[in-house]
């Protein structure tokens, strides 16, 4: 009796709270295998905005850098509907565990390297709380400006663990890239 009452809880919280499952950090995280250029070819989010925008997104280009003190520099670059090119520049701020960051200026609490091979694909998991609204992201990115079938596979795997299902992602269609726009960057 007590073990069927205890599974019932058990059931009862897994199914109240989706989402709530913790993403996994790449064991044996390395920063410098992880650095240089990826393309965010996929990504997967229950934020409003990103639902309401994904059809019309484009892929975006991330130069990642690592810092002395752990953390990492990164700079984002993604191409505008007016043919111009935003630039974002951030420090994912290392955690207790290699491969875990934060980043409080985006409002991103949770931040992961939850899978990579370092050469072909890497599965980020962001975790944001913004006006009490917390969300829940996953970003596939690739060296080469096209989907890696390893990376699009444990994408696929994570998302139900983390709360996410098939319609809330998005495969980003290849763009200008912005370094053709200022050689220097990302």
Same mark, same amino acid.
């Given at each position: %009796? $007590?073990?069927?009452?205890?599974?019932?809880?058990?059931?009862? #919280?897994?199914? =109240?709270?989706?989402?709530?499952?913790?993403?996994?950090?790449?064991? &044996?995280?390395?920063?410098?295998?992880?650095?240089?250029?990826?393309?965010?070819?996929?990504?997967?989010?229950?934020?409003?905005?990103? $639902? !309401?925008?994904?059809?019309?997104?484009? +892929?975006?280009?991330?130069?990642? =850098?690592?810092?002395? &003190?752990?953390?990492?520099?990164? *700079?984002?670059?993604?191409? +505008?509907?007016?043919?111009?090119?935003? *630039?974002?520049? +951030? =420090?994912?701020?290392?955690?207790? +565990?290699?491969?875990?960051?934060?980043?409080?200026? %985006?409002?991103?609490?949770?931040?992961?390297?939850?899978?990579?091979?370092? &050469?072909?694909?890497?599965?980020?998991?962001?975790?944001? @709380?913004?006006?009490?609204?917390?969300?829940?992201? $996953?970003?596939?990115?690739?060296?080469?400006? !096209?989907?890696?079938? @390893?990376?699009? /596979?444990? %994408?696929?795997?994570?998302?139900? /663990?983390?709360?996410?299902?098939?319609?809330?992602?998005? #495969?980003?269609?290849?763009?200008?890239?912005?370094? /053709?726009? &200022? *050689?220097?960057?990302?």
């Amino acid at each position: %009796m $007590l073990q069927a009452v205890l599974t019932a809880a058990l059931l009862s #919280l897994l199914w =109240t709270t989706p989402g709530c499952a913790q993403a996994p950090v790449q064991a &044996n995280f390395d920063a410098s295998q992880f650095q240089g250029t990826w393309y965010v070819v996929g990504v997967a989010s229950d934020d409003q905005g990103f $639902l !309401e925008s994904k059809d019309s997104m484009k +892929m975006l280009v991330v130069s990642v =850098t690592p810092v002395d &003190n752990g953390d990492l520099a990164v *700079k984002y670059g993604y191409p +505008m509907r007016d043919g111009g090119c935003q *630039k974002v520049d +951030m =420090t994912f701020t290392k955690r207790s +565990m290699d491969g875990e960051f934060s980043n409080t200026a %985006m409002a991103q609490t949770d931040i992961r390297v939850a899978y990579t091979d370092y &050469n072909h694909f890497a599965v980020m998991f962001f975790k944001t @709380e913004k006006a009490g609204v917390q969300s829940v992201w $996953l970003q596939l990115y690739a060296r080469a400006p !096209e989907l890696f079938p @390893e990376g699009a /596979q444990k %994408m696929q795997q994570l998302a139900p /663990q983390v709360g996410l299902n098939p319609s809330q992602g998005a #495969l980003l269609p290849k763009s200008d890239p912005c370094p /053709q726009h &200022n *050689k220097r960057y990302p």
